[in-house]
């Protein structure tokens, strides 16, 4: 017998699996690597919770001890995973590995009639439903993973009042299944790869979607026979045919929600009425919003429809709009112009509104208001300010002075206008209402009288007060009595406020108006919040009676921030009159008026796998703008923003932009991409990166047991076939 080739063979096999073996050592599996093997687990009753198995955690099963089920590794093939039923005490599983009862129907895990459970950062897969909840209420299922279930990845039957929060279900038949369950709250899920549905409602009323991400799939939301449900901030994306689908629906809230890339954004069919669909975006679509089918009385006003293929449909009947002067919906296609306003747009002068309506496909619909620049976000605010600050005048004579109110805000709002002050002189406003459009300023006149017995320099402190939607502002002067001359003082100062780089000299006009009756000198003080010594020249002024006289204010920007600076005049006749005035100085920095940030900063997942992540745009400046998004990496694997254009008023932030990208299925071991989101305003932007990688685990796996299987096997030849 020829042993010694066979001998040869054999050691050169025994080297070769002795170099791969500390490889297998290196780069266990990346899913639950420490957890501890056990049978499938069930639990009838507060009683089965025995320890210490599988109460492996200990708890005494109150709310502030709850029982702990924990780091177990359980096969689901001769029963459900973890089976709990009938209870009532409080219980945790956490970072559990439930799998593979799929092909004899069996669940990774079973909550059947059961309240204050939470089930949390455990990994359900191959199973045929991933997480079940039949009949239970007031349960918790957070940051697990259900995927490659046989038909659901978390199904909620007759429950209610439960929370989903951060699950992420993938390669699912569908991914959340809510059957006959009002009152639960989903938010921050993922649900991708699937037939039907992302999220799946069906005679489910009352619950709060919100902040979930869905792609890949055939829906990306479905509500049937579903009614009175919310929701808001989802993103629905590369889902085929409908972002969001309703069916037999009615009185639900859309509001906030982003859905791209579909056949359909939002699909409307079979007698879903009443819905109220508002402040979305739906893009790059083939139909931006489809209604169909007996399906009316749905409001649909405030979306962004933008470069869709026809950005609507529907043959039913449907209000588009939200009448006048609240407007309807932005056309990214729209050709009419805004030269007048008014609701038959008949009064010359823009209002932001289209003179011409825009037409629905599919029927007679049409928006009567089209938006002629994308919705943004209501902002209300609103200032009032007083001129003079001061007014006198003998006892007896009546005093006026003039009050400025200015809508702040991005909408029209009315505001009421009311008095008080501290000397009872009875100060009346007229008109005590003024309604304005977003940005337009009204006037109004305040009376005071000054009573006939009121002694030299007697002071009455005048407050007006501004109260509009949600928000209020108020400002104060003075009437004062005289009985002979009287010093007065007013100041302003312009611009209020300026922009510029670190070290840049700031020059303001400080405008000083004598508002007694004798000629006065005044000296000037300046003072501010940051200590960059602005400076005044001069620093005295002499004026007659009713006369203004001017001087610079100075100041040299430090590195960063904000200077508030106050300008007081004092009178030299008398000291203890005096004004004063506020301006503003700002460092900007070169690209420092839009900041961009992605959460989290990197992310890793498996060949094949999508990763999301949220991008948040905020306009640090102090003017409205239009921002462009970009994103690009540096391997080519083609990242995608659910948001590419966005308008955002000074200071906003826009939170709901999905980042998404997709491991490529041939990317090696170990490699990662390098992705930057840009975002860009008029003559500014800003950047920011974020990884995705695969950390190589499994693939390298792969590769090192097919070097095994490839070593057994050329040993299994020679043993057969010896030299």
């Not at 918790?140 to 659901?152: D, W």
């Not at 819905?275 to 749905?298: A, D, Q």
């Not at 950005?311 to 609240?326: E, F, I, R, T």
Request: glycine share 10%; charged share 10%; proline share 5%.
């Amino acid at each position: 017998m020829r042993t010694g080739g066979f001998k040869g063979a054999l050691l050169s096999t025994l080297v070769i699996a002795s170099l791969i073996t500390p490889l297998l050592l290196l780069f266990p599996s990346p899913v639950h690597a420490a957890l501890t093997s056990h049978a499938p687990i069930l639990i009838i009753g507060n009683a089965g919770f025995t320890k210490p198995d599988p109460v492996n955690g200990g708890g005494s099963g109150t709310a502030d001890d709850p029982y702990i089920i924990e780091n177990w590794d359980i096969n689901a093939s001769s029963a459900n995973g973890i089976d709990i039923e009938n209870t009532t005490a409080h219980f945790i599983i956490r970072n559990c590995l439930v799998e593979n009862g799929g092909s004899l129907y069996h669940d990774g895990i079973k909550l059947d009639n059961v309240v204050n459970g939470r089930v949390e950062n455990c990994t359900s897969g191959n199973n045929y439903i991933g997480i079940r909840l039949s009949s239970s209420s007031n349960n918790t299922l957070t940051n697990n993973r259900c995927e490659n279930n046989i038909i659901y990845g978390i199904r909620l039957y007759l429950s209610s009042n439960n929370t989903l929060t951060n699950n992420t279900c993938s390669n699912n038949w569908c991914g959340i299944y809510l059957y006959h369950s009002p009152n639960n709250t989903l938010t921050n899920n993922t649900c991708f790869n699937t037939s039907p549905n992302g999220i799946y409602l069906r005679y489910s009323s009352n619950n709060t979607l919100s902040n979930n991400t869905c792609s890949n799939n055939s829906n990306g939301i479905c509500l049937e026979y579903s009614n009175n449900n919310t929701l808001s901030n989802n993103t629905c994306f590369n889902n085929s045919p409908n972002g969001i689908y309703f069916e037999y629906s009615n009185n639900n809230i859309l509001s906030n929600n982003t859905c791209s890339n579909s056949y359909n954004g939002i699909l409307l069919y079979l007698y879903s009425d009443s819905n109220r669909i508002k402040n979305n975006t739906v893009e790059s679509n083939g139909y931006g919003i489809y209604i169909y089918h007996h399906t009316s009385g749905n409001r649909i006003y405030y979306n962004n429809f933008v470069n869709n293929g026809i950005q609507a449909y529907d043959s039913s009947s449907n209000y588009w709009d939200d009448g006048y002067p609240s407007g309807g919906n932005y056309w990214s296609d729209y050709a009419g112009v805004d030269e007048n306003h008014g609701e038959n747009h008949d009064i010359p002068g823009s209002d932001g509104i289209g003179d011409t309506p825009y037409y629905i496909s599919g029927g007679s619909n049409l928006d009567r208001y089209p938006l002629m620049s994308p919705w943004a976000p209501i902002v209300r605010g609103v200032e009032v300010s007083i001129s003079h600050v001061e007014n006198s005048g003998p006892p007896g004579t009546i005093i006026t002075f003039t009050v400025t109110v200015t809508n702040k805000g991005n909408v029209s709002d009315t505001y009421s206008l009311t008095t008080a002050d501290n000397a009872g002189w009875g100060p009346t406003i007229s008109p005590s209402s003024l309604s304005l459009a977003a940005g337009a300023s009204g006037t109004a006149t305040l009376t005071v009288t000054i009573p006939s017995g009121a002694e030299n320099n007697a002071r009455d402190n005048v407050r007006v007060i501004v109260t509009g939607t949600g928000v209020s502002a108020e400002n104060s002067c003075i009437a004062r009595a005289y009985i002979g001359p009287i010093p007065g003082v007013e100041v302003s100062i312009s611009p209020p406020s300026q922009d510029g780089s670190p070290g840049t000299a700031l020059t303001y006009t400080v405008t000083v108006r004598n508002t007694g009756s004798v000629a006065d000198n005044y000296d000037l003080t300046v003072g501010d919040s940051s200590g960059w010594s602005p400076s005044l020249s001069p620093s005295t002024l002499s004026l007659a009676a009713g006369a203004s006289g001017t001087a610079t204010l100075t100041v040299t920007l430090g590195t960063s921030g904000t200077d508030t600076i106050t300008v007081t005049a004092t009178s030299q006749t008398d000291s203890s009159v005096s004004g004063s005035a506020n301006c503003t100085a700002r460092v900007v920095s070169v690209g420092g008026s839009v900041k961009v940030t992605i959460d989290p900063a990197s992310k890793s997942g498996e060949p094949g796998e999508s990763l999301n992540y949220s991008v948040t745009v905020k306009n640090e400046g102090t003017n409205a703008d239009n921002f462009s998004l970009h994103a690009t990496d540096t391997k080519g694997w083609s990242p995608t923003l659910s948001i590419t254009s966005i308008p955002l008023a000074g200071g906003a932030s826009r939170t709901d932009i999905r980042l998404s990208i997709k491991i490529p299925d041939n990317v090696a071991g170990g490699d990662s991409d390098t992705i930057t989101v840009t975002a860009r305003g008029t003559g500014y932007e800003n950047s920011t990166t974020c990884t995705a990688a695969n950390p190589g685990g499994v693939s390298l796996l792969i590769y090192v047991g097919a070097a095994v299987v490839v070593v057994v096997i050329i040993a299994a030849v020679l043993i057969a076939k010896p030299f």
